[in-house]
T-cell receptor, first 114, second 115 residues
Framework: GAGVSQTPSNKVTEKGKYVELRCDPISGHTALYWYRQSLGQGPEFLIYFQGTGAADDSGLPNDRFFAVRPEGSVSTLKIQRTERGDSAVYLC????????????FGPGTRLLVL | AQTVTQSQPEMSVQEAETVTLSCTYDTSENNYYLFWYKQPPSRQMILVIRQEAYKQQNATENRFSVNFQKAAKSFSLKISDSQLGDTAMYFCAFTPSNSGYALNFGKGTSLLVTP
């Protein structure tokens, strides 16, 4: 079956602009995670959803970052007033449930803020 | 706080040889889960192997096996009969079982398999 998909694959924007990054999890997976991977680093947790609700958003760096999952499937990560330091690869993962199930990752969106 | 340390930024191995990637972690939890993920240049993170801390037996998946030393908080990955397609970044990751389910990743080890 289809894996986790993310769009766009690459996004270039200017400082101060608003961007949306989309994640389509594996069908039937109830848990969805967002991570950010800066150059030369491992992924860092941002937020995870169980169903439609954000169960843990402690990794969001500040209030410019927001994520939604209105129907419990597709999720959108939204970044307002982008800064150059937001440049990174944004990874999405899903798992069947949140209870220690293996997380399956998408290919990521590479965001470059000029 | 939980931390994951991968002390080898880069490693190289010849095709068909065996290589071991090291990982140590720090936690006060007794039950948790450990993972090795592979990230090729395509950026896709692929699960290599998973270990539950309550299991004594080391996990194996074909050419991949781990040496899990709970007391030493060590979780190394052994790749046997290395293949050119094993060239990638390898990340060790940890998640506690009773508080949140986010993965904590190390900084990664870049593995190059040479002909």
């Amino acid at each position: 079956g289809a894996g986790v998909s993310q769009t766009p694959s690459n996004k270039v924007t200017e400082k101060g602009k608003y961007v949306e990054l989309r994640c389509d999890p594996i069908s039937g997976h109830t848990a969805l995670y967002w991570y950010r991977q800066s150059l030369g680093q491992g992924p860092e947790f941002l937020i995870y959803f169980q169903g439609t609700g954000a169960a843990d958003d402690s990794g969001l760096p500040n209030d410019r970052f927001f994520a939604v999952r209105p129907e419990g499937s597709v999720s959108t990560l939204k970044i307002q007033r982008t800064e150059r330091g937001d440049s990174a690869v944004y990874l999405c993962a899903s798992s069947l449930t949140v209870d220690q199930e293996t997380q399956y990752f998408g290919p990521g969106t590479r965001l470059l803020v000029l | 706080a939980q931390t994951v340390t991968q002390s080898q930024p880069e490693m190289s191995v010849q095709e068909a040889e065996t290589v071991t990637l090291s990982c140590t972690y720090d936690t006060s939890e007794n039950n948790y889960y450990l993972f090795w993920y592979k990230q090729p240049p395509s950026r896709q993170m692929i699960l290599v192997i998973r270990q539950e801390a309550y299991k004594q037996q080391n996990a194996t998946e074909n050419r991949f096996s781990v040496n899990f030393q709970k007391a030493a908080k060590s979780f190394s990955l052994k790749i046997s009969d290395s293949q050119l397609g094993d060239t990638a970044m390898y990340f060790c990751a940890f998640t506690p079982s009773n508080s949140g389910y986010a993965l904590n990743f190390g900084k990664g080890t870049s593995l190059l398999v040479t002909p």
